[in-house]
Every structure is written in C-alpha cells, then in structure tokens.
C-alpha cells in the first residue's frame, strides 16, 4: 500500500490564510516533494508559498536525534513541510490537521510514504480516539491558537494536557511559538496573528489567538505535568530559522560576542517588513550583555518531558548552536554544530552536507574546526561606526584589505569575478571575504569561515568592494547608526568604505560587482530574480527604510482599523441574531403554549360533548 489517506475525525476546524488551493496545486504538480525539494522552492512566489515550500522550515526540527523507529503525533500539521520532514526520519507520522483543505495539501506531499496517517478535525476529538504512547508530540505554530475559534477554543491548559497525555513514559513534546515579548515585537514590528504593533506587549484581546513570555510558557508545561525542559531559540524566528541556540549559549564564554557571531539576523526582514525604528541587532547585544536574551527571543523551541533523560535523548545536551545560514538550493545546504562546553579551546564547530561545486564555484567545507572565539570584524566595524570614527574605522579595514595578498595574474579567465577591467588578483580562496567572516583578536585577524572559492585567482579589489557593499547594505537594512548621512544610497556608502580602507575602486566597480553577484546566486541561491534584484538594490538608504517603515506601518494601521471596523460590526450582527434567536424561541414557546392550550380546550369540549 502506497499513499497517505486522509480521515475526518469531528468537526474540521475553519483555519485558512488563502493560499491553500496555491499551495495543493504546486504540490501536485511537483515530482520531487521531499524534505528540502529544490522543484517546491523554485516554486515560492509569496511569502504564503516561501511559508508552506520553504525548506528552511525544517530547519526547526533539525536539532531532534531520531533514529528511525519512532511513533510521532504532529498537532497542527499545516500542508505538511514538517511532516513531511519527520516521515523521512521517524517511523512513523500521525498528522492532524484541523483545516480538510490544510489535510489534502499534507496527504497530497506524503501519498508516495507508507508511514503517514493524515486526520482532519479537532485534535480534541482525535486524542479521545487515540491509544496513544507517541514517542514525539509536536506542537509548532498551534498553542497561540488554541483560545481562538480558528484554533478551536479549547485553550493552552486542554491543549497541553492532552498532548502530554498521549506521550509514552520516555516521550516528549516539542513545542515551538512566538515570543510575546520578543525583541522584534518590543521593538514595533507588528504583532504576527493580529497584525497591530505592541497588541501582545500589552496585553493580547479575548478570545483571540495569543502568545506568551518564557515565564508564562514554561510554567503552563510544568502544570502539564512535563516540568524537565529543553530551551532553544531560533532566529529570526521558528518559522524560517538561519540558526538555532541553546540556553546554554547564554550562560557560557562571552555571550554577547558568541551569539553575534551565530545569529547573522535578528530580526525578520523582507516576508514581513518590520517597522522597527532603530538598529534591533545593536539593541539584542544590550539586552544578551544584559542576561536578558533568552527572555526577549522572538520564538521559542522548547523540548518537554517527564525526565531530564527522556529530554537529552532527543536534543545533545552538549550542542550550543545549530547553524543553517541563508536559503541555498540543496547541493549547498550545510548544517553547522557548535559543540562543547567551559573554555574556548574546548569548543568546536562540526559541518554537515554541502561540498558540491560548479564549473568555476567551489564549496569547501570540513568536518570540524576549533571554535575560534572573539568580536567579528563587522561588529568591530560598526561599533566604530557608531562612535563616529572614521579613523579607528579606517585603520581596521585598511588592516582588512591588506591581509588579502595579491598574486599573479592568470593566463586565462573562465568566471564571473574577474574581466578586462581587473588589475590586481587575489587567490581564490577569498571570494566571501565578508566582514563578518573574519574574527578579531588582540593583534590577530582570522578568516575563519572560507566557504566558497574559486580555483583560480580573482579580481581581489572586486571582491573587497563585495564584503564592503554587504555591510554598507546591512548597516542600510538595519537603520544602523553612521558616520555619513542618513540619505546616503548603499552604493554611495560602499564606496565611502572602500575610500577608507584603500580598495581602489573604479566608476563601473559598482555594476561590475552585480553582475558576478548575479552569476554566484543563480548557481546557490533559490531567491527569486526579483528577490535578488530588491537584495542588490543600489539605491536603499537608512533614510529610506525609515520612511518605508512608517509608510508601511501607517497602512498597517489603517487595514487593522478596517478590520476591527469589521469585526465590531460582525460582532453586532451576530448580538443582533442572538437576540432574534431568543425572541423566536419565547415566540415559540408562547405558540407552543397557545397551541397546548387549544388542544386542552378542544379535548375539553369533546369530553363535555360526549359526557352528554
């Protein structure tokens, strides 16, 4: 028997974001619908399709140890990227989901497994079926609607302890959710379900799906009765995560300059434009040097048990991090552990997958290399940045630029980073010279992540402009504070860097840059042509994201102000139902009433008649 049934169990639950038709049509049509399917990410168009396709959404289950024979109930199955995910690596998979349309997007991914059962319907009424025993309950994205309609209504409380009811003795839930007081929402961006800025900070409406502070989440699972956890923290989130930290992370070496180096983006940009108004990535180092960055996430991954063991057997206890990086196609995606714990020399980073190259693109990885502790080039830079000094700034990138040494020229040229126009070269090992890939220590600078190459030497001055460009473009897209004016364009400040650091750089180095750019991405990245062009956009400024940010957010506004019109007049109509409903039955009663009444006196009469 081949191919995932779908069983209705109860009533369906009306949960749905529009894009389910899309979603189950390009499911369809796809050949390859496996975990990380390269056919399904070329298929994004949205951020409703980069949601349900992306394979950056199993990145969230990946720090699991499952080794093949595990029984696993997922709560809220969605169209099934998680699903999908765990049926590859686990024995088997019961997947509810509440939405019928949801469940035949989930049946329709997994028809060529064995080992998929799909239920449609209140997990409520499927837990009171199950036998349960489940070695793995998944719970990502569904607590928040548990007080909600959409969700069903029942609550976190009935949700949770039906989920830990269903565990084995040694089993454990896995539980991911946004933060509600997580940097991105304390800092203005729009609340993810309600779509209003600070509407969870301050306290969320009800009935209405909900999140909830590590203080609050952690003690609901200890009232479930699954008091030994787990603490992980995606980012930017749970949804489409790059990097995944253990709690331990924050209480080990330098945190602030450890958690720097792993999370390359705080926040969510781009899918959901955040309205922040300030730099958010200089604001989490505050709080992480503070001791509070565990409870200003913007999600959590918990993994809940019965017994600390029970915990450790599915997440390493030892692992500090999971790092996934930006969307690849699969030939290039790789994971990366950071494992170890205590001094820095006994901490080390093991690499995962990747390897695979092109004609001219080479991706090297290793199996492991020392952790190499310290403050990377990029946060240097902009702390220098930040203080207004162009000099301390200018010394440390000239330093930067000088360790690239020129070689000699080739005899021939077969890639994009080098042309007619190229005057000094450097060895191929420095394509992704970016600042963020080096780590500064005392006197010492380390190139401590040389990823891609190129077997031939390359124009070094357009791959020194490349690393600067990136932070011109990161300090835009952060609203970061600089020296310049806040109206300068990414190019104008790429250039400004370059002055600064020596990197000769000629009027058409700009476009030139692009054009390699282009070429690199179409062999690694699955971003869309306009996704890439909006990336290389020359003309962004701080300024500009500023004025988009309150643009945006003032649109935000006044669509929830449509809404809530919407709902208070929805609201009205149904009071006004509800009303009609209890006239109608008192009329009702009162005709049942009279109706009783006349039959009485009718058989009144008929007995007087025939007692005559």
């Known amino acids: 028997m081949t191919g995932s049934r779908i069983r209705v169990v109860g009533d369906p639950i009306p949960y749905a974001d529009g894009s389910e038709e899309l979603v189950l049509s390009l499911l369809a049509a796809a050949e390859d619908r496996s975990d990380g399917s390269d056919e399904l990410e070329a298929a994004i168009i ?31 199955a969605g169209t099934g990227a998680l699903t999908r995910f765990l049926a590859e690596r686990a024995g088997s998979v019961t997947a509810v989901e509440g939405a019928v349309a949801r469940a035949r997007s989930v049946a329709t991914r997994c028809e060529d497994l064995v080992n998929v059962d799909v239920v449609a319907g209140d997990f409520h009424a499927v837990a009171e079926g199950s036998d349960g025993d489940f070695d793995l309950v998944t719970v990502v994205g569904v607590l928040e609607y548990s007080t909600a309609e959409s969700g069903g209504g029942h609550g976190p409380a009935p949700l949770l302890d039906a989920a830990a009811s269903l565990l084995a003795d040694d089993g454990v839930l896995v539980l991911a959710i946004e933060n509600q007081l997580g940097l991105e929402y304390l800092a203005g961006a729009p609340e993810d379900h309600i779509g209003l800025p600070w509407i969870g900070v301050t306290g969320y409406p009800e009935p209405g799906p909900m999140t909830y502070s590590r203080r609050k989440l952690g003690s609901m699972l200890d009232d479930s009765g699954l008091t030994a956890t787990r603490w992980l923290y995606p980012f930017p989130d749970y949804k489409l995560p790059s990097a995944i ?116 693109l080479q991706h090297h990885t290793v199996p492991s290399r020392p952790y190499l502790p310290g403050a990377s080039l990029a946060d240097v830079c902009e702390a220098f940045c930040r203080a207004d000094d162009e000099a301390g700034l200018s010394n440390l990138l000239r330093r930067w630029a000088d360790s690239i040494e020129e070689v000699d020229a080739p005899t021939s040229i077969d890639h994009p980073f080098a042309d007619d126009a190229t005057t000094s070269w450097a060895s191929g090992q420095f394509l992704d010279i970016d600042l963020g890939n080096f780590v500064l220590q005392e006197n010492s600078l380390s190139y401590v992540d040389d990823e891609w190459r190129v077997a031939d030497p390359i124009d070094r001055d357009l791959v020194r402009f490349r690393a600067l460009w990136n932070f011109a473009r990161d300090l835009v897209a952060r609203g970061a504070r600089h020296p310049w004016p806040l109206t300068e364009r990414v190019d104008d400040l790429a250039l400004r860097l370059a002055g600064l650091s020596g990197v000769p750089v000629g009027e058409s180095t700009p476009d030139r840059f692009r054009r390699a750019e282009r070429s690199l991405q179409a062999i690694v990245s699955p971003l869309t042509p306009a996704e890439l062009e909006g990336y290389l956009d020359p003309d962004r400024s701080v300024a500009a994201e500023f004025a988009e940010r309150r643009g945006s957010l003032s649109d935000a506004l006044a669509l929830a102000r449509k809404a809530d019109a919407a709902r208070r007049d929805a609201e009205a109509t149904v009071l006004e139902l509800q009303e009609r409903a209890v006239e109608l039955e008192a ?26």
């Open 46 to 76: 949205d951020w409703p399709t980069r949601y349900h396709l992306s394979s950056q959404r199993s990145n969230l289950l990946r720090p699991l140890r499952l080794s093949g024979t595990e029984r696993v109930l997922e709560i809220g």
């Open 245 to 360: 930290l253990a709690h331990d992370v924050y209480d080990t070496l330098a945190a602030g300059q450890l958690v720097d180096q792993m999370v390359g983006q705080v926040v969510t940009y781009g899918a959901r434009t955040s309205f922040v108004l300030g730099d958010v990535r200089a604001a989490h180092r505050t709080m992480v040097d503070a001791g509070i960055g565990p409870d200003v996430s913007n999600s959590f991954l918990v993994v809940a048990g019965r017994s600390q063991a029970a915990v450790d057997s599915r997440i390493d206890p030892t692992t500090l991090a999971w790092l996934f990086g930006s969307p690849r196609k699969r030939t290039y995606r790789r994971t990366r552990m950071v494992t170890g714990a205590g001094a820095p020399e006994a901490v080390t980073m093991l690499e995962y997958g990747g390897g695979e190259g092109s004609d001219w």
């Open 587 to 612: 009329e009702n009663e009162r005709w049942g009433r009279a109706v009783r009444l006349r039959r009485v006196a009718d058989l009144a009469a008929d007995l007087a008649v025939r007692d005559q």
